[in-house]
């Protein structure tokens, strides 16, 4: 199986903070990664697909940049939305896989 | 837009078989642009796939549950089931069901609000 490893596990910031998750795949994923985003009681939200592609709806201070085995989410501006949990998950090789999260907390 | 609606909560005790099934509104599961998937989640925990099942009746399942693992399809009710065989207290989670895109990669991009599997004696 593909391993992701997400970094780091939490983090606290501000309203307005620029924050940034990385994920790193066991080996190479190419570009297949996407990102989610889990408010508590709720399902997981496609943000970012095929590392970079924003989802339709998504605002565009989600970013997804990255290819090979590491990649990176940027949040230009943190909204009081988006204090939440935030996977990555690999989509190269069957099983599918996570990484553990990113639970970004106010500050 | 699509729905997923997952049943409300299931308790079983360990060795019982855990059959879930998962109603999708406003797309047809016998589309074939679309696989149609499950993903648990335990208590505090990370997010696992478990599997997915494409219109042709094609799956593919996470090694880790195969053995005790169906998924299936029934297109005339556009719905599609999991079933899990002789659980333990390690599959208690949220069981989500979930459509799986492709678009330059496969993404999940809509859930089921989820549901709540307990196993307990």
């Known amino acids: 199986d593909f391993q992701m490893t997400q970094s780091p596990s939490s983090l606290s910031a501000s309203v307005g903070d620029r924050v940034t998750i990385t994920c790193r795949a066991s080996?190479?994923?190419?570009?297949?990664l996407n990102w989610y985003r889990q408010k508590p009681g709720k399902a997981p939200e496609l943000l970012i697909y095929?590392?970079?592609s924003l989802q339709s709806g998504v605002p565009s201070r989600f970013s997804g940049s990255g290819s090979g085995i590491d990649f990176t989410l940027t949040i230009s501006s943190l909204q009081p939305e988006d204090f939440a949990t935030y996977y990555c998950q690999q989509t190269y090789g069957t099983p599918w896989t996570f990484g553990q999260g990113t639970k970004v907390e106010i500050k | 837009q699509v729905q997923l609606q997952e049943p409300g909560p299931r308790l079983l005790k360990p060795s019982q078989t855990l059959s879930l099934t998962c109603t999708v509104s406003g797309d047809s599961i016998s589309s074939t642009t679309y696989y149609w998937s499950w993903i648990r989640q335990s208590a505090g925990k990370g997010l696992d796939w478990i599997g997915r099942?494409?219109?042709?009746?094609?799956?593919n399942y996470n090694p880790s549950l195969q053995s005790r693992l169906t998924i299936s399809l029934d297109t005339s009710k556009n719905q599609f089931s999991l079933r899990l065989t002789s659980v333990t207290a390690a599959d208690t989670a949220v069981y989500y069901c979930?459509?799986?895109?492709?678009?330059?990669?496969?993404?999940?991009?809509?859930w089921g609000q989820g549901t709540l599997v307990t196993v307990s004696s």
């Open positions: 080996q190479t994923i190419i570009m297949y």
């Open positions: 979930a459509r799986e895109n492709y678009l330059r990669a496969y993404h999940i991009d809509s």
């Open positions: 095929a590392a970079s």
């Open positions: 099942i494409y219109a042709s009746g094609d799956t």
